[in-house]
Structures are given as structure tokens and as C-alpha cells.
Nanobody, 119 residues
């Protein structure tokens, strides 16, 4: 059974960098053909993808956030991480990590972590 767990600060100040890590158990992040994703949901809004890192280490970012986002991995620790720079209160959201398969379906999700950006 694959499990994902987000970790990181729950409160970030405006203009600083939001950093989250997803620890994966029950499967390797280097296994074909999965895409390890970061998704967020602001209060009262829908889900928004920030991007993903593939099983081979390639990275794709959401165009609207690309200039502020970095996603990277540590295969030894079986973790992947998100950095979102220059945050504003609009980046306040529940942040999730998830595994996406090649068909685009998300079968495994972390429980989510609330991040609040203080103004």
C-alpha cells in the first residue's frame, strides 16, 4: 500500500519561501511510470495543480506558477519536495502531495497540510 505524508511549516510570512516535503512509503518514487505531484486547494476554491516530478526525474510546472515553483526529489530518502517562492496570502491553501499514473488518475494522496501565509 502506497502512503504519502506531507510535512513542513504551517505558517509562512509574506515574501518568504514555502517549503514542503512528501515522504513516500510502500513504493519507490523512481518506479515506472508514476508522476509525483503537488496540488493545493485554497479556501472555498477548487483543486489546483502546482506541478509534478516524474519517475525519471523530469519536472513539469503549472504555467501560472512556474516562475515561483521548484520541485525536486531525494530518491535515497524516497521523498519529493516543493518550494514556492515569494508567497502572498493568496498562496494560503491546503497542500497535498499525490501520485498520478500515466493515464492522469490520482490514486494515492497524502492527508494534506494547511499552509497559511501571514500578511
Amino acid at each position: 500500500q502506497v502512503q504519502l505524508q506531507e510535512s513542513g511549516p504551517g505558517l509562512v510570512n509574506t515574501s518568504q519561501t514555502l517549503s514542503l516535503t512528501c515522504t513516500v512509503s510502500g513504493g519507490s518514487i523512481a518506479s515506472n511510470y508514476y508522476y509525483w505531484s503537488w496540488i493545493r486547494q485554497p479556501p472555498g476554491k477548487g483543486l489546483e495543480s502546482l506541478g509534478y516530478i516524474t519517475y525519471s526525474g523530469n519536472v513539469h510546472y503549472s504555467p501560472s506558477l512556474k516562475s515561483r515553483t521548484s520541485i525536486f526529489r531525494d530518491t535515497f530518502k524516497n521523498q519529493f519536495s516543493l518550494q514556492l517562492r515569494s508567497v502572498t496570502p493568496e498562496d494560503t491553501a491546503m497542500y497535498y502531495c499525490a501520485r498520478r499514473d500515466s493515464s492522469g488518475s490520482y490514486y494515492y494522496w497524502g492527508q494534506g497540510t494547511q499552509v497559511t501565509v501571514s500578511s
